[in-house]
DNA sequence: TCTTATTGGTCAAGTCACTTGACCAATAAG
DNA sequence: CTTATTGGTCAAGTGACTTGACCAATAAGA
């Protein structure tokens, strides 16, 4: 029937969860109530302009963002994805992280992202909240969860609660191609 | 430190999410309170042995599932993963669907699952709560999105609401592999 | 002009799913 | 015969979100 679209919404709910805030602290930074953004979130709404400059601000998104792509954001074709270098990580150093954001840009409740790991480096140890989950397309990737090294090869997956300790770096000097999903630091 | 294992909570908590049922849906059928089955999901109580062949009957588990396989579930290796035939599905026939088991078995709240699909037939139209996510490892895919058609190949990904009908059949008479994420019905 | 809507928003009560603490019966132990 | 411990219930509490009643400010009609 109609095109597939996300509602703003939709988005903006995405958005907030990607961040892990709750109603109540979105409307806080806001300076707006939490019942206008539940309402707004369910599209019962539409808020002023200002109020959604300061909303998107707030989230990291942008205006546009929430406009643009609503048609045939289903579906994200090979080789047509954004590349986002992770920030405060110059590229070239460090983990050397290149994220290439696949269809959950914008949307629900993944927060999936399609992982390019150039060689060399590590992550820091990482907890937080929500769950992880990756499959290893290309390369190798030394997965530690828990004080436990895993060392991971193509076809190899993982799964483990964020709260988990965890780390990883590509103990090798070519690329590895990781698909990696995580749920919202909240849920 | 200690081995990373998920306790007999968390993969109760898992098995019920996967159902999509809430806390009293499960103590209505298992016929005890909701509030034991909280404490339960949280390791704050451990049942008898009854009441857990009641849970794990309805939750379509075991009682040994429940107690094996807790250490090294974080990884599981390419190759390895055990092969689910979906239900009610013949093997080669109508979809021609198999299930490879990733990590998520008795774990929390993703419902991934690494499906390998021989060739022909086709999917109903399905229509539920949650989300999906998907990446084309391997052949081609036909999607239906809310009356959408897409054609995927590899490199490809999807991400919609459950809500939006949806089905998928494999075109050609080669294997398709998907990597296939989905959210639990209810969050 | 003075109604009369409509829009953008607040506030407090309600709801839903889950959690927690108080309590209780039944078996075990001293 | 006390006194714990275990397995469990019940009802009140909590956190996050939703909803309905209401209100001020701008717009529109007669």
Redesign the pocket.
């Known amino acids: 029937m109609g095109d597939p679209t996300f509602s703003i919404g939709m988005k903006l709910r995405h958005a907030r969860k990607i961040k892990g805030m709750?109603?109540?602290d979105l409307a806080d930074q806001v300076?707006?109530?939490?019942?206008?953004?539940?309402?707004l979130?369910?599209d019962?709404?539409?808020?002023?302009l200002?109020?959604l400059h300061r909303i998107v601000a707030v989230l990291e998104t942008s205006i546009s963002n929430l406009f643009s792509e609503s048609n045939d954001s289903i579906v994200s074709r090979a080789g047509t994805r954004q590349v986002l270098h992770t920030s405060n990580i110059r590229p070239g150093e460090g983990v050397g992280l290149e994220t290439l954001v696949s269809p959950s840009a914008g949307h629900l409740l993944f927060g999936a992202i399609h992982i390019v790991r150039a060689g060399g480096g590590s992550s820091g140890t990482i907890v937080h909240e929500g769950e992880e989950l990756g499959y290893v397309l290309e390369g190798e990737l030394d997965l530690n969860v828990d004080g436990v090294e895993y060392h991971l090869m193509p076809g190899d997956s993982f799964f483990f609660p964020s709260k988990m300790p965890h780390g990883y770096r590509n103990p090798t000097d070519k690329e590895t191609k990781v698909l990696w999903v995580n749920t919202p630091p909240?849920f």
């Open positions: 709750r109603l109540c300076e707006c109530s939490e019942g206008f953004l539940s309402k979130e369910n019962r709404v539409k808020p002023s200002q109020l909240t």
